[in-house]
Nanobody, 125 residues
Framework: QVQLQESGGGLVQAGDSLRLSCAAS????????MGWFRQAAGKDREFVAA?????????YAESVKGRFTISRDNTGNTKLYLHMNSLKPEDTAVYYC?????????????????WGRGTQVTVSS
């Protein structure tokens, strides 16, 4: 069974940093693009960042560009990371990692087939 497990969320203050991790089990995503999405309370899930299968191409939502960095480690089971700097209260959400059906970095939610259960990030002002 394919599983993606996020970790690293927590309660921080505005301006702090966090690193989210996502570990895959049951299969490797080394040939697939991967991404991070988030969902704030009462809002739709939104794209945050994506990375291609090699880790050479990344895409970011405008709201996090320059503050967040996505990276991956394809050694063994794929691991995905999201380094979040200069956190803002509006970054508060449940963060999900996902694997795509394409090797490229994509913002398109429908291309993602594997989703984790999410990790809560709360940023206080």
């Amino acid at each position: 069974q394919v599983q993606l497990q996020e970790s690293g969320g927590g309660l921080v203050q505005a301006g702090d940093s966090l690193r989210l991790s996502c570990a895959a089990s049951g299969r490797t995503f080394s040939n697939n693009g991967m991404g991070w999405f988030r969902q704030a309370a009462g809002k739709d899930r939104e794209f945050v960042a994506a990375i291609d299968w090699k880790g050479g191409t990344t895409r970011y939502a405008e709201s996090v560009k320059g503050r967040f960095t996505i990276s991956r480690d394809n050694t063994g089971n794929t691991k995905l990371y999201l380094h979040m700097n200069s956190l803002k209260p509006e970054d508060t959400a449940v963060y999900y990692c996902a694997g795509a059906r394409t090797p490229v970095a994509t913002e398109t939610t429908s291309f993602y087939t594997g989703w984790g259960r999410g990790t809560q990030v709360t940023v206080s002002s």
